[in-house]
């Protein structure tokens, strides 16, 4: 990296792995959110203090779930964008 470029945390990215029950597939999505803000998302949607888990994908979608059809959610680190490109 060039000492000059420093990164924000715009770009950090985090994946986010969300199971739904009765569903064949997992939602993946990365976020710019801070892991720590989809940590207290998910814990409220299943203490109950929300009924929908609300996130929003680094494109600016919101995916909405039923906080009672969560299986299990899984919170990536943050990793640094790739930017370029790779090597052949």
Do not use: C, N, W
């Amino acid at each position: 990296m060039h000492p000059y470029i420093q990164l924000t945390e715009r770009d950090q990215a985090v994946e986010v792995k969300i199971g739904v029950q009765h569903a064949p597939r997992e939602i993946s999505l990365e976020s710019g959110q801070p892991a720590e803000e989809i940590e207290s998302a998910v814990a409220d949607a299943l203490g109950g203090k929300s009924e929908v888990l609300t996130l929003v994908d680094d494109r600016g979608r919101k995916i909405l779930v039923p906080a009672d059809r969560i299986a299990y959610v899984e919170i990536g680190a943050p990793t640094a964008r790739k930017v370029g490109f790779g090597a052949i």
